[in-house]
Structure formats: C-alpha cells, structure tokens
C-alpha cells in the first residue's frame, strides 16, 4: 500500500497510488519468513526490472489491491529507529563435519543475516542452516530452535565471476553456518555476518581489569542489539521472538545507558497502548499474541506481575534518564487505566498468587502474591513520582496514599516480626528494599537478611529475571558492596561468569544453559540470547562506575563509584543526552585515583567521603558539599585514601 506525492521546481505534482493499474510478477525471491528463512533462486533474476524502460509486457495485473482503510484497524506512521545492517563482523573459521558440511564459525553469537561469496553451475542448490552452538560431535546444534528452521536456500545462476547471496527479508539469530551442497570449502574471508538491529546509537563504554567482566558487559551489549528488532523481544532464534514485557521492564534502563532508546521505547509504549485490554490488563506480550492467525484465544496472559508493569516502570525510566516529560504525559492516562485493573484484581490490597514470579530463578522460589503485591505498590510509587512531576495534585496524594497502605497492607501479611518475609528468597528482600516497602527501621534488617539468603548459597546468587537487576544495586546501597563484587566475579554455578566460562558470548536464558559437564539445558526452552539476566549492565554505570542522574536527563548528576580490591581499574563512559560523562577508577598502593569528566552545562556532585579525599586541583572551582564535592564542568583527578 502507497500513497507517493511527487513535488516538481514548476510547482506542479504528481500522486501515485496502488491501484488497479499495478502489475506484479514472481521473481528470485520464491519464499521468505524471518523464522523458516529465505528460498531465493537467482535464475529467475529479473533484470533491470527497476529502471525505467524495463518491458513488463508479460507481467500480470495485480489480484488484489489493499484498500485504505479495512474495518477495525488503523493505519499510523511507524515511529521509532528502522532496523537496519549497523555493523558488519567477518567469520573466524570455516571446517567440514562428519557429514561433509562446512561449519562456520562467526565467533560471536549474533542477530542479522549471512552475506556469502560463492562459485558453481547453475541451479546448484546450497543450504545455509543457522544454530548458536554445536554438538559435541562438531555438527550444528538445532534443537532449541522448535520449530523455527532458520534456514536459507540458495539456486545458484551459474555466473563464472561468482555470484553473492544475502537474504533481503529474513534474520536469524545464530555464531554457526552449516552450508551444504557447495563443491569446495569456502573462505572464511567469504562469509560476512550483518548485524542487524533498531538503529539506537550506541551510548555506552565500559572496560575493567578484569576480563570477565568485560566478556559480561558485551554479553549483555550484543544481547541488547540481537533482541532490539523492531520491539525488544526475549529471544531471536526459536519460535517465539516475542515482545515479553517483563524481559523488557527488567532491561530498560541497562538498555539506556547503552545506547540511546528514547525512540524505541516510545514506540514500544505505542505497542503496549495498542495492546492494551479494554479493561486496562497490560498484556504479557506486546505487540499481542493470539491463536488460530488472530482470532482464536490469547497465546499468552495479560496483568501478570513485573511483566505488565512496563506500562509505569519504562515511560518513568525513560524519562529520569532522557529528561522529557513529553513521555509521562503521553502514557499517563494508559497507566492510571493499568492501575485501577490492578486495583480490580486486589483482596484487602494483596494481590492474588498467580503470574510467572521471580522467572527462572534456582531453587528459590518467591511466593506469586508476595512478588505482585510489592511491584502492585511500587506501581503506586511511581504514580505518585509521575503526578509530582505532571503537577497533578489530587492524583498525586491518592498515589502516595495508596503506596502507603498497600506497603503496610504487604507487611502486615507477609512479613513477620523478625523481619522474615514469606518464601526467605533473596528476590523477597530485594523487592522490600528496592521498593521502599519498608520503614527506615526495617531497611537494614532486611538487608541482612538479604545476606543470610547469599551466605545460604554459599556466596550464589538465586534470583531469576525479575530480582537479578536488584541484587548488586541493593547490597551496594546497604553497604555491602564487597558482596556484589563476589557475585559479579563468581565463575561457579549459577553466576554470570559461569555461561561465560562455557563459551558465552551473548547472555544466555537460563544460568545452565549449556555446561560442559552436563551438555545442553531443557531444549524445550533454552535460548542462548536472551538479555534478560544482564541487566547486571546498570550496576555497573551506576554503582562501579556511579553514574546516575540527579536531574532527568543528567543536567546534574552523582558520581559515587564502589571501588573494590578485586579489580585494578573500572573505566565507565556514558554519553548521555547532556553529553559525555566520564568515571574512571584506578587502584594504588594506599587507595584509588578517580578521574571524572563532566559535560558543558551540566553540574556533577562526587560522592566520596570528604575526610579521605583530596583534589588534584586542576584551577576550576570545587565546591564541598555534605556528601563531596559539586563541580562544574571539566576533568577532575581526586585522590581517594582507604
């Protein structure tokens, strides 16, 4: 469907519409899906069919023409980065497995399409299957696809110069190629991976002593890029690539500090709005999912906990970390709407026991209710922090009440007077910290209960997806921050060093996915690209490194890194919407060199213990206040003494 309005120097113009005049004709492209792949025979290449001139005379009228409007939908412009090629990455290797197929290796799992230079006779046919790992015997591991075939086919022309094929309407997300039916090996020099994703600049840098570390934070960048497509799905290589909410609630702000999101969260928020049940249920998936090609059942539930609550936790993060309010009031009455469902589905304000809970988490499952009934006030909360910033006073006091009374209404039942909250799980303690469920004479017993559940895992973490991007922040904020720094590190199960000491090169679904003692986790449901589990990314801006803003937008922000003996140096670089933020930390003999940049315009408050640090002056002024010292722009060396 196209409306094309074509304007001429003399001022006079043409329109050009699809109309009944329209003639089509099949071509090189026989079929093509973004989960089963592309079938592309260049023999039937029609040459020059764009130029003008071309002889269409044995091209038929179309059958169809799409009307402008059909009942019950809507056209509207698509907002929001295009998905694009944003990189290009050159395979590594190329060998032959017990089956005479050529295994290519890209070295990075990754999201997009294979571009291949090749030789042959016409109508040669090659096969491209796509896999993220390989079996133990050296073939291409494709059982956790389901029933996605990501598979390409390729009819070769015949053309003695050789020939290139790269699909134009499919992507997959994959490190291997198998490729079969070419005569000879090919050159790894051949093979090009085009990275495809939502065209969002990149805004983040961090590099560390540690090579760990920074295996995880490109773990979780490609893990951001491969699922930005279009909508923020969990995963792009099985059947499903779907739009879950809560995978993109958890990740948000990670993902805006590693690039710039602003666009493709407002259109993610177009989708939810979309969405969006008439009783005001934000659905688990977004876009919506149904059976039967629409118009059967929901494929998947609606109002479940940590996953509807993308409609208030992403316009709000969005918001702290761009500055525009333009977003809360776009989104607002969709919220309050959300809200009242919520309200609807309450008993005395406790929420009922239902949902996916802490998603995946490791034998430490935190009650349903327990987990609702906190995100449920949290909702409350960050209405309430919406309203005050939109100038809606009514709403904002009927907001801050209700977070006071579903917060005591939490207490009352599930925690008991030693602080123990029901289920024990450290998601339980992390939700009571991070959603200020408690007075100020509970927060530290609950964070030491929150260690009492560490030290019971020897040190582990078992949260799933919803309380991992808790866990550092909070122990951090709780003066634990030695503790974080252990778990960042760990390298035994379940840790984030442990996917990445089996060979992870993206974040991976589950913390088992694949094992070298125990091979390939439930292949009913193992991806090995899925961001979720690195949302660990917004601890280290914003506690390593301790970028975070004091304005929407960093107009003014806090530096207050954690240092660690455990690592040498951290070096965090954010390019926020103000301008370039530096953090950069270096340990030394008798304590840490911070070197901090600060943007034109902007004001920078640097957190550090006053008795214990000293400026090397660099002839700007520096003004101390309670917690540090408040500087204007310009590079700054202080001196921190342990």
């Known amino acids: 469907m196209m409306n094309l309005t074509i304007f001429y120097d003399d001022g006079?113009?043409?329109?050009?519409?699809?109309?009944?005049?329209?003639?089509?004709?099949?071509?090189?492209?026989?079929?093509?899906?973004?989960?089963?792949?592309?079938?592309?025979?260049?023999?039937?290449?029609?040459?020059?069919?764009?130029?003008?001139?071309?002889?269409?005379?044995?091209?038929?009228?179309?059958?169809?023409?799409?009307?402008?409007?059909?009942?019950?939908?809507?056209?509207?412009?698509?907002?929001?980065?295009?998905?694009?090629?944003?990189?290009?990455?050159?395979?590594?290797?190329?060998?032959?497995?017990?089956?005479?197929?050529?295994?290519?290796?890209?070295g990075q799992n990754m999201v997009g399409v294979a571009q291949v230079k090749v030789k042959g006779n016409a109508g040669d046919k090659l096969t491209f299957r796509f896999g993220e790992m390989l079996n133990l015997d050296g073939t291409l591991y494709t059982t956790n696809l389901r029933s996605a075939l990501q598979t390409d086919t390729y009819i070769l022309k015949g053309d003695?110069?050789?020939?290139?094929?790269?699909?134009?309407?499919?992507?997959?997300?994959?490190?291997?190629?198998?490729?079969?039916?070419?005569?000879?090996?090919?050159?790894?020099?051949?093979?090009?991976?085009?990275?495809?994703?939502?065209?969002?600049?990149?805004?983040?840098?961090?590099?560390?002593?540690?090579?760990?570390?920074?295996?995880?934070?490109?773990?979780?960048?490609?893990?951001?890029?491969?699922?930005?497509?279009?909508?923020?799905?969990?995963?792009?290589?099985?059947?499903?690539?779907?739009?879950?909410?809560?995978?993109?609630?958890v990740f948000c702000r990670s993902a805006c500090y590693n690039m710039d999101c602003y666009g493709f969260y407002d259109k993610y928020g177009e989708d939810i709005v979309e969405s969006q049940k008439p009783n005001g249920a934000v659905t688990d998936v977004v876009p919506h999912v149904k059976f039967d090609k629409g118009v059967g059942n929901d494929l998947v539930g609606n109002a479940n906990a940590a996953w509807g609550d993308v409609m208030f936790v992403m316009p709000y993060t969005v918001y702290q970390m761009y500055g525009d309010e333009n977003i809360l009031y776009k989104?607002?009455?969709?919220?309050?709407?959300?809200?009242?469902?919520?309200?609807?589905?309450?008993?005395?304000?406790?929420?009922?026991?239902?949902?996916?809970?802490?998603?995946?988490?490791?034998?430490?499952?935190?009650?349903?209710?327990?987990?609702?009934?906190?995100?449920?006030?949290?909702?409350?909360?960050?209405?309430f922090k919406i309203s005050a910033i939109l100038e809606k006073e009514y709403e904002r006091k009927y907001y801050a009440g209700m977070f006071e009374q579903i917060s005591k209404a939490w207490r009352d039942e599930y925690m008991d007077d030693?602080?123990?909250?029901?289920?024990?799980?450290?998601?339980?303690?992390?939700?009571?910290?991070?959603?200020?469920?408690?007075?100020?004479?509970?927060?530290?017993?609950a964070a030491k209960h929150l260690v009492r559940t560490i030290e019971r895992k020897d040190y582990h973490?078992?949260?799933?997806?919803?309380?991992?991007?808790?866990?550092?922040?909070?122990l951090c904020e709780f003066g634990y921050s030695d503790i974080a720094y252990r778990l960042l590190l760990n390298d035994t199960y379940p840790s984030w060093g442990y996917s990445i000491k089996n060979g992870a090169t993206t974040i991976w679904e589950r913390w088992n996915s694949y094992t070298k003692e125990n091979g390939f986790g439930d292949a009913g449901m193992n991806s090995f690209n899925h961001y979720s589990l690195g949302s660990?990314?917004?601890?280290?801006?914003?506690?390593?490194?301790?970028?975070?803003?004091?304005?929407?937008?960093?107009?003014?922000?806090?530096?207050?890194?954690?240092?660690?003996?455990?690592?040498?140096y951290s070096d965090v670089k954010y390019e926020s919407i103000n301008g370039t933020i530096v953090s950069s930390w270096t340990q030394i003999d008798d304590g840490y060199v911070l070197d901090v940049t600060v943007p034109v315009n902007t004001k920078a408050y640097i957190v550090l213990d006053v008795e214990k640090t000293t400026l090397v002056t660099n002839g700007v002024k520096v003004t101390q206040h309670p917690k540090g010292f408040a500087v204007g722009s310009g590079k700054y060396t202080f001196f921190y003494k342990v």
Request: hydrophobic share 35%.
């Open 12 to 106: 006079s113009q043409d329109v050009i519409v699809t109309d009944g005049s329209w003639k089509g004709s099949t071509g090189a492209i026989l079929y093509t899906d973004n989960q089963t792949g592309e079938y592309y025979d260049a023999r039937l290449e029609k040459d020059g069919w764009c130029d003008c001139g071309y002889d269409d005379s044995d091209w038929c009228s179309v059958i169809d023409v799409y009307p402008p409007r059909v009942s019950g939908t809507r056209l509207k412009a698509s907002v929001g980065p295009q998905v694009k090629v944003m990189k290009t990455i050159d395979a590594i290797s190329v060998n032959e497995d017990k089956n005479g197929s050529y295994i290519v290796d890209m």
């Open 160 to 249: 003695e110069n050789g020939e290139t094929f790269r699909p134009h309407f499919t992507f997959h997300g994959f490190r291997y190629i198998e490729i079969t039916g070419l005569s000879y090996m090919p050159k790894a020099e051949d093979i090009t991976g085009c990275v495809m994703y939502s065209a969002c600049q990149r805004t983040g840098y961090i590099q560390t002593s540690d090579p760990m570390v920074n295996q995880l934070f490109s773990n979780a960048l490609w893990g951001q890029m491969g699922n930005f497509v279009g909508v923020p799905t969990d995963c792009p290589q099985r059947d499903e690539r779907m739009g879950w909410t809560g995978d993109a609630q």
């Open 331 to 383: 989104y607002y009455d969709a919220m309050e709407s959300y809200f009242k469902c919520l309200l609807g589905t309450t008993n005395n304000l406790i929420r009922p026991d239902f949902g996916y809970g802490d998603w995946l988490s490791i034998d430490d499952d935190t009650p349903k209710d327990v987990l609702a009934t906190a995100y449920f006030a949290y909702d409350a909360y960050i209405m």
């Open 418 to 445: 030693d602080g123990v909250i029901k289920g024990d799980t450290q998601c339980c303690y992390l939700l009571a910290l991070k959603m200020k469920l408690l007075p100020e004479s509970l927060r530290a017993r």
């Open 461 to 474: 973490l078992s949260t799933g997806f919803v309380g991992v991007s808790y866990l550092l922040p909070m």
């Open 536 to 568: 660990v990314v917004e601890w280290m801006y914003s506690y390593m490194g301790g970028i975070k803003p004091a304005k929407p937008g960093f107009k003014e922000f806090f530096v207050k890194p954690y240092f660690t003996n455990r690592l040498t």
